[in-house]
Structure formats: C-alpha cells, structure tokens
C-alpha cells in the first residue's frame, strides 16, 4: 500500500486522466505517423501516374503509325524460329544417338537403322545388321547396353542359332537425355 494524500475517489479520477492522456497521445502518434507514410508515397504515386500515361501515350502512337501490326509480324517470325530451334535441338540428341551406336559397333556391318520416340523421355532404336560371328554380336549388345543407364537391347535368341554370318535385328530401348 501506497500512502498518499489523496481520497481514493480523486486518485481514480488522476488514474482515468493519465489513461486517457496516454490514449489520446498514442492515437496523435499513429496518426503522425500515418501522415508521414502517406507524404513519403505520395511521389511513387505521382511517378507511377506518369509512367502510366506515357506507356498509354506510346501504344496510342505505335497504334497510329501502324507499327503494332509490324511488331506482331516480327513476334510471329520469332516465334516460328524458335520452334525451329526447339526442333533442331531435338534433332541434334537424336544425332548423337545415332552417332553414339555407330561408334560401338566394332566389325559388325549395320545394315539399318531405325529411330522410333515412344515417349518425350524414351526411344526405341532397331538395328539390322550382319555379325561375323556370335561373339562379336553379345560383345555389340553388351556396348550398347553400356551406352546409356537404363538402356535395355531385346535380341531375339533365335538371332544366335548360327555361329559366323548372324543376320539379326535387336532392339535398343534408350531414354533421351533432358533438353534445357
């Protein structure tokens, strides 16, 4: 216990005036510093109502001049190029492919060579050929098999009944590497 003075009714009346000045004190602060705020975006605003208007300027006289057709011609044309260039891509990995299971293939004389996409991530390879000998033909199927991870080579065992002069047709199922 506090010992003052004064009554208790007049010490909850100071009590109710110092709250009451603290509230109004507070409330003047945010509204301060609401003003503050308002006064520092207040030149965004302008700039951001300028630029909108000299964008809407510029499309209004791109329109008046006809260049808007022309810039829609230009996108177009790019646009088709770059479909082009997606496409080489892919033609490129398809390339390398090729030239991957042609650099693997030893004494052993392809005769065909067939490209199928069974998906955007997989392709199946047919290779027709001519193996000197049997040896030469597992060896083939084991290179290839060590080409990429997951490639799977289907030879039909009835391609091995023969030991010199195999004709055979395998199957090579490769997945594609991933295009940027």
Not at 35 to 52: D, H, I, N, R, T
Not at 91 to 111: F, W
Not at 143 to 153: F, N, T
Request: proline share 4%; aromatic share 4%; with cysteine.
């Amino acid at each position: 216990m506090h010992p003052t003075f004064l009554p208790d009714n007049e010490r909850r009346l100071l009590r109710r005036e110092y709250v009451t000045r603290l509230v109004i004190v507070i409330c003047l602060a945010l509204s301060f510093s609401g003003l503050v705020g308002l006064a520092g975006l207040f030149p965004a605003f302008v700039q951001a109502l300028s630029e909108k208007k000299s964008i809407l300027n510029s499309i209004a006289s791109l329109d008046e001049d006809g260049e808007s057709s022309k810039m829609v011609k230009e996108l177009s044309a790019d646009s088709h190029l770059l479909a082009f260039l997606n496409l080489s891509a892919d033609e490129a990995i398809l390339s390398k492919i090729i030239q991957e299971t042609v650099n693997v293939r030893g004494p052993i004389k392809i005769t065909s060579l067939t490209i199928e996409r069974r998906s955007t991530t997989t392709a199946a390879i047919i290779l027709r050929g001519v193996s000197p000998t049997r040896q030469n033909l597992l060896s083939f199927k084991s290179r290839l098999e060590d080409l990429a991870q997951g490639s799977i080579v289907i030879l039909p065992l009835s391609e091995l009944v023969s030991s010199t002069d195999i004709r055979f047709s395998l199957e090579l199922n490769r997945s594609l590497p991933q295009t940027i």
